[in-house]
Antibody, heavy 121, light 108 residues
Framework: QVQLQQSGPGLVKPSQTLSLTCAIS??????????WNWIRQSPSRGLEWLGR?????????DYAVSVKSRITINPDTTENQFSLQLDSVTPEDTAVYFC???????????WGQGILVTVSS | ETVLTQSPGTLSLSPGETATLSCRAS???????LAWYQQKPGQAPRLLIYGVSTRATGIPDRFSGSGSGTDFTLTISRLEPEDSAVYYC?????????FGQGIKVEIK
């Protein structure tokens, strides 16, 4: 059974960088058929896909247009996990952040528990 | 970006009834890339249906999906109290993934 365990701070100051990690058990971040995603949810924006990373002989990343200029998603093969960095955050980035696995880009079958990140001074 | 519009906003039904949830896309979607999720308060979304009509592992056959092109439907038959939740459709096109705004299903 795949499990995703999220970690990171729940409070970030405006203009700083939001950093979260998602530890994978039961699968590999280097899987040739899965991809590893970050998705957030807020009352104003609903469920919003942010980006993903995946390995197909080399590492790839896809990012949502809305955050493309300030997002980085990186795999960590040593720890079997992946991370999210979102730069220059504003209060509009306040949301519950989820990590999730997708299979072939079709659907998200396993999710992390979610972390509420509040952007406030 | 493909926008998904779900309707109605809320459904209030009694146990044993059938819920019909609609998801309309702003442009045509490949059948392989349309999925449905159930979310209960304080939990992550749970995959119900993928590829328009394929039930995920462990999902009862009371849940069924249909549709093509721009119009898709999730049907929940023989409603049970545990079906009370928000339901989302989700699509993938051109390396961008989007969700609908959700439909709240209340069981009376």
């Amino acid at each position: 059974q795949v499990q995703l365990q999220q970690s990171g701070p729940g409070l970030v100051k405006p203009s700083q960088t939001l950093s979260l990690t998602c530890a994978i058990s039961g699968d590999s971040v280097s899987s040739n058929i899965a991809a590893w995603n970050w998705i957030r949810q807020s009352p104003s924006r609903g469920l919003e896909w942010l980006g993903r990373t995946y390995y197909r002989s080399k590492w790839y990343r896809d990012y949502a247009v809305s955050v493309k200029s300030r997002i980085t998603i990186n795999p960590d093969t040593t720890e079997n996990q992946f991370s999210l960095q979102l730069d220059s955050v504003t209060p509009e980035d306040t949301a519950v952040y989820f990590c999730a696995r997708d299979m072939w880009g079709y659907y998200y079958d396993f999710w992390g528990q979610g972390i509420l990140v509040t952007v406030s001074s | 970006e493909t926008v998904l519009t779900q309707s109605p906003g809320t459904l209030s039904l009694s146990p044993g009834e059938t819920a019909t949830l609609s998801c309309r896309a702003s442009q045509g979607i490949n059948r392989s890339y349309l999925a449905w999720y159930q979310q209960k308060p304080g939990q992550a979304p749970r995959l119900l249906i993928y590829g328009v009509s394929t039930r995920a592992t462990g999902i009862p056959d009371r849940f069924s999906g249909s549709g093509s092109g721009t119009d898709f439907t999730l049907t929940i038959s023989r409603l049970e109290p545990e079906d009370s939740a928000v339901y989302y459709c989700q699509q993938h096109k051109s390396a961008q993934w989007t969700f609908g705004q959700g439909i709240k299903v209340e069981i009376k």
